[in-house]
């Protein structure tokens, strides 16, 4: 979606919350090499809020580009992009880094904390020439339809989707299954290794309290705690995806297999309401 909105457009594409999928490994180094060959020839920039020499590596390149389109009012940049990626908690990094201000966009562990386009914040102060550099936050944009339950379960276990639309359950049994593809040690302060996740809720609701009336494991508490704490970084630092060479067009491939029939439930589905809505009409007369 964004690849075709935004084609021809001048932009940066910034991968955020670096820490949470890399430990600085050569691997790490490899995949990000990787990712720079799917989005080629757009700039690709990966950033840790928490690093300030990443925060420095996106205003040098603002500066950069800006200062090659200077205008007395100030450049301004908006940032686009799915919901809960960080955009809000990137602005207010480069806001402290640029010009020493604090928080100026309030943030969130939930998607939809931003719910409209603010108004320009300066990251980067300005001189006789020009006002500067503002950046322009705007609410997440959640693609128009989710190819595949897989692709969904992903979505809603890093926090683009509400907690409430698939139950910490599900969540958390999917993220086991990513856990041990990784390493069981990850969660071998609760469990030994398993791929039963109610074994593994109920070790974790005894290890932590979160115990009901009688003793009994809260598994839910503790499956909402659980990806909580994997979103954190608590519980290793790794990326859900397949970062190959040819994994991005195997994925562009099979979506556009299954456009079409996307297509067809969403006409089906118009036709089954206009349906209902004119028996409702026949029965009110």
């Given at each position: 979606m964004f690849e075709e909105s935004l084609a021809g457009k001048q932009r940066v594409i910034v991968y955020t919350k670096r820490d949470l999928g890399s430990s600085n490994t050569a691997a790490d180094g490899q995949r990000e090499q990787i990712i720079r060959l799917w989005h080629s020839p757009s700039p690709i920039l990966f950033s840790s809020d928490k690093s300030r020499a990443d925060v420095r590596n996106i205003l040098q390149y603002a500066r950069r580009h800006t200062s090659k389109t200077s205008f007395l009012t100030g450049s301004r940049i908006m940032v686009v992009g799915m919901p809960n990626v960080g955009k809000s908690t990137l602005l207010n990094a480069l806001?402290?880094?640029?010009?020493?201000?604090?928080?100026?966009?309030?943030?969130?562990?939930?998607p939809g904390v931003t719910r409209s386009v603010a108004s320009g914040v300066k990251i980067i102060g300005g001189d006789e020439h020009t006002e500067g550099v503002y950046l322009i936050d705007t609410p997440g944009v959640f693609v128009p339809y989710v190819p595949d339950a897989q692709a969904m379960l992903k979505l809603a276990l890093c926090g683009s989707v509400k907690d409430t639309i698939i139950g910490p359950t599900t969540l958390a049994d999917y993220l086991l299954f990513h856990l041990n593809r990784v390493s069981?040690?990850?969660?071998?302060?609760y469990h030994a290794p398993t791929n039963e996740i109610m074994e593994l809720l109920e070790a974790m609701a005894r290890k932590t309290g979160r115990l009901q009336k009688g003793g009994m494991p809260d598994t839910e508490a503790?499956?909402?705690?659980?990806?909580?704490?994997?979103?954190?970084?608590?519980?290793?630092?790794?990326?859900?995806?397949?970062?190959?060479?040819?994994?991005?067009?195997?994925?562009?491939t099979r979506e556009k297999q299954l456009m079409p029939s996307y297509a067809q439930a969403r006409k089906a589905d118009k036709e089954a309401r206009r349906a209902r809505q004119s028996l409702r009409n026949r029965q009110a007369e």
């Open positions: 806001r402290h880094e640029g010009v020493g201000k604090g928080k100026a966009a309030p943030t969130g562990a939930q069981p040690a990850l969660y071998s302060e503790s499956a909402l705690w659980m990806v909580q704490r994997w979103r954190a970084g608590y519980l290793g630092c790794f990326v859900l995806d397949e970062i190959s060479e040819d994994a991005l067009e195997k994925k562009l």
